[in-house]
């Protein structure tokens, strides 16, 4: 018997009676990490890393009945053993392991094998299945080492600063947001969104130290801003506030400004392709270094990348998700800061 299924709610273990990263409420979910694609408000009870619970609870509720398990740790369920290793994705990101009467499954949610130097680093795990993303699963994502795309970043930045421009990164809250000012911190003074500033506060308070920030409020200028950095989530990218700074230009930060067209459709100044997804080299890294005798590919370019790992000898399956085929960082970026925006009084720091 497969230890999991794939439903209408989402993987399914039957023999533990729970589900990983759920899209429906259901009565036991396990939470690979924050992002709002994989957990969602509803469920009954919820199981998730240590670092993934204060997190969740600030964007979902205070009130959520959460369990949490540190990376190696486990719990038994129903006679089924859970475990959560790195996924090197965000802070707090884990993969799944279920052990079950000798079968071993790991569901990945989603994954970098680069390590970051803020979030715990991939770990692969040895299994017999494997539920693997596809986000940038084709050969053309390719990624630079990041210290290659963070000189760029600050090379942009400084040129804006001479010529007197307010330089003006679009990352997702959470994750892309925490890794900028992990790697931008310095000279200039770097200011944030208050969507990210909450955040900040609430990773720094589980233990994980952040540079210094500013939170973006009415008394901030637009001469200091200029003279600095500012972070703003997606859902700011067309804001009239962003417009009214002093000669604002924007830089995307995301894995799809490898694509020069996707960059224009943007209509960003500059794009940066930073991403928290591994590339199609480390999606094919990761998989094989798991000894998965099944792959199941889900979230992103699904059937060429199954279609691939076949040709290559690793047998594979393509996982239709919630968000189907097209779904994107930015795409569940929007969403995330939709649902941020019931707990926020207001989107727009300044009017």
């Given at each position: 018997m497969a230890l999991i299924t794939f439903t209408k709610r989402g993987i399914y273990c039957k023999q533990g009676d729970f589900y990983v990263d759920p899209w429906w409420p259901v009565d036991y979910a396990v939470t690979t990490h924050g992002h709002a694609d994989h957990v969602r408000f509803g469920n009954k009870h919820y199981l998730c890393h240590t670092l993934t619970s204060p997190i969740i609870k600030r964007r979902i509720s205070p009130d959520l009945d959460v369990q949490t398990l540190g990376y190696g740790e486990s719990l038994v369920r129903n006679g089924v053993n859970i475990s959560f290793f790195p996924a090197g994705h965000i802070i707090g990101s884990a993969q799944v392991r279920l052990e079950y009467k000798g079968e071993i499954c790991v569901i990945s949610g989603d994954y970098k094998i680069e390590d970051d130097g803020i979030s715990t680093p991939f770990e692969p795990v040895r299994c017999h299945s494997f539920v693997s993303e596809s986000t940038f699963g084709l050969p053309i994502y390719k990624w630079q080492k990041q210290q290659a795309v963070f000189d760029g970043i600050k090379s942009w930045i400084n040129n804006n600063i001479e010529y007197q421009k307010t330089s003006i990164l679009i990352a997702y809250s959470l994750g892309k947001a925490q890794r900028l000012i992990k790697n931008l911190a310095g000279d200039v003074p770097i200011y944030v969104h208050s969507s990210i500033a909450n955040l900040n506060e609430v990773i720094i308070e589980a233990g994980v130290p952040l540079p210094e920030t500013t939170r973006i409020t009415q008394e901030i200028t637009k001469d200091q801003l200029q003279?600095?950095?500012?972070?703003?989530?997606?859902?700011?990218?067309?804001?009239?506030?962003?417009?009214?700074?002093?000669?604002?230009?924007?830089?995307?930060?995301?894995?799809?400004?490898?694509?020069?067209?996707?960059?224009?459709?943007?209509?960003?100044?500059?794009?940066?392709?930073?991403?928290?997804?591994?590339?199609?080299?480390?999606?094919m890294e990761a998989i094989k270094a798991t000894e998965a005798e099944k792959v199941y590919v889900t979230h992103g370019f699904t059937s060429?990348?199954?279609?691939?790992?076949?040709?290559?000898?690793?047998?594979?399956?393509?996982?239709?998700?919630?968000?189907?085929?097209?779904?994107?960082?930015?795409?569940?970026?929007?969403?995330?800061?939709?649902?941020?925006?019931?707990?926020?009084?207001?989107?727009?720091v300044v009017k």
């Amino acid at each position: 018997m497969a230890l999991i299924t794939f439903t209408k709610r989402g993987i399914y273990c039957k023999q533990g009676d729970f589900y990983v990263d759920p899209w429906w409420p259901v009565d036991y979910a396990v939470t690979t990490h924050g992002h709002a694609d994989h957990v969602r408000f509803g469920n009954k009870h919820y199981l998730c890393h240590t670092l993934t619970s204060p997190i969740i609870k600030r964007r979902i509720s205070p009130d959520l009945d959460v369990q949490t398990l540190g990376y190696g740790e486990s719990l038994v369920r129903n006679g089924v053993n859970i475990s959560f290793f790195p996924a090197g994705h965000i802070i707090g990101s884990a993969q799944v392991r279920l052990e079950y009467k000798g079968e071993i499954c790991v569901i990945s949610g989603d994954y970098k094998i680069e390590d970051d130097g803020i979030s715990t680093p991939f770990e692969p795990v040895r299994c017999h299945s494997f539920v693997s993303e596809s986000t940038f699963g084709l050969p053309i994502y390719k990624w630079q080492k990041q210290q290659a795309v963070f000189d760029g970043i600050k090379s942009w930045i400084n040129n804006n600063i001479e010529y007197q421009k307010t330089s003006i990164l679009i990352a997702y809250s959470l994750g892309k947001a925490q890794r900028l000012i992990k790697n931008l911190a310095g000279d200039v003074p770097i200011y944030v969104h208050s969507s990210i500033a909450n955040l900040n506060e609430v990773i720094i308070e589980a233990g994980v130290p952040l540079p210094e920030t500013t939170r973006i409020t009415q008394e901030i200028t637009k001469d200091q801003l200029q003279k600095g950095i500012v972070i703003v989530p997606p859902a700011m990218r067309d804001s009239k506030w962003m417009k009214s700074l002093n000669h604002p230009v924007t830089g995307i930060c995301s894995g799809w400004m490898q694509v020069r067209s996707h960059r224009r459709w943007q209509s960003a100044d500059a794009g940066f392709a930073l991403s928290d997804h591994a590339d199609f080299t480390g999606l094919m890294e990761a998989i094989k270094a798991t000894e998965a005798e099944k792959v199941y590919v889900t979230h992103g370019f699904t059937s060429a990348f199954s279609r691939y790992l076949n040709e290559n000898g690793i047998s594979s399956d393509v996982v239709t998700t919630h968000f189907g085929q097209e779904d994107d960082e930015e795409n569940k970026a929007d969403l995330a800061e939709t649902v941020e925006k019931k707990t926020e009084a207001k989107t727009e720091v300044v009017k």
